[in-house]
T-cell receptor, first 118, second 113 residues
Framework: ETGVTQSPTHLIKTRGQQVTLRCSSQ?????VSWYQQALGQGPQFIFQ???????GRGNFPPRFSGLQFPNYSSELNVNALELDDSALYLC?????????????????FGEGSRLTVL | EDKVVQSPLSLVVHEGDTVTLNCSYE??????LLWYKQEKKAPTFLFML????IEKKSGRLSSILDKKELFSILNITATQTGDSAIYLC?????????????FGKGTLLTVNP
């Protein structure tokens, strides 16, 4: 148990729809990172949020967007869903503000939200 | 483009065997190399390696980094069925003051009784 909770655990959408995934970070953690893990692949960095602002982004199109709230929980929104968006979406929390100098590298991952796009 | 390559992609062994998992990386602004274990969904942290040649150990698991040759290995001795999992290697790349993790595809380890 990492103290990071994600919802929903599973969901099915159709192409073109929009989806919102939610993450509650571990108590006291101020940084949330989102990763996409397709079947048979390692997690790919989507973006990171610190103090309610995006603090780094991977190679994902603008239809992937996010929010972080004052309590440090976070949402991942994906618009205009495509079949290739089918994946496990992992949220990870840490207490380093996304700052390399403070990072121990230890991210606390949630169990993920498995999205299937038909 | 940042790249992390793990080998083998899958491995089947018997309990008691020793295994070595490999990870090579080719990334810009490398800071450190991390290993995670993923059993069902959530990856769990194993090691972070920053300096070359210094072995990190935790029980039957150990890992070492070679920054000259750009690779790391994860050793598991006296394997148990509970070691069955996907082992992920990731590089921590610095983008100025912040960072991101670039993961490999993972090695699926199956330990049979």
């Amino acid at each position: 148990e990492t103290g990071v909770t994600q919802s929903p655990t599973h969901l099915i959408k159709t192409r073109g729809q929009q989806v919102t995934l939610r993450c509650s970070s571990q108590s006291g953690h101020n940084t949330v990172s989102w990763y996409q893990q397709a079947l048979g692949q390692g997690p790919q960095f989507i973006f990171q949020y610190y103090r309610e602002e995006e603090n780094g982004r991977g190679n994902f199109p603008p239809r992937f967007s996010g929010l972080q709230f004052p309590n440090y929980s976070s949402e991942l929104n994906v618009n205009a869903l495509e079949l290739d968006d089918s994946a496990l979406y992992l949220c990870a929390s840490s207490l380093d503000g996304g700052l390399d100098v403070y990072s121990t590298g230890e991210l606390f991952f949630g169990e993920g939200s498995r999205l299937t796009v038909l | 483009e940042d790249k992390v390559v793990q080998s083998p992609l899958s491995l089947v062994v018997h309990e008691g065997d020793t295994v070595t998992l490999n990870c090579s990386y080719e990334v810009t602004n490398f800071r450190s190399l991390l290993w995670y274990k993923q059993e069902k969904k959530a990856p769990t942290f194993l090691f972070m390696l920053t300096s070359s040649g210094i072995e990190k150990k935790s029980g039957r698991l150990s890992s070492i980094l070679d920054k000259k040759e750009l690779f790391s290995i994860l050793n598991i001795t006296a394997t148990q069925t509970g070691d069955s999992a996907i082992y992920l290697c990731a590089s921590k790349n610095s983008g100025g003051s912040n960072y991101k993790l670039t993961f490999g595809k993972g090695t699926l380890l199956t330990v049979n009784p």
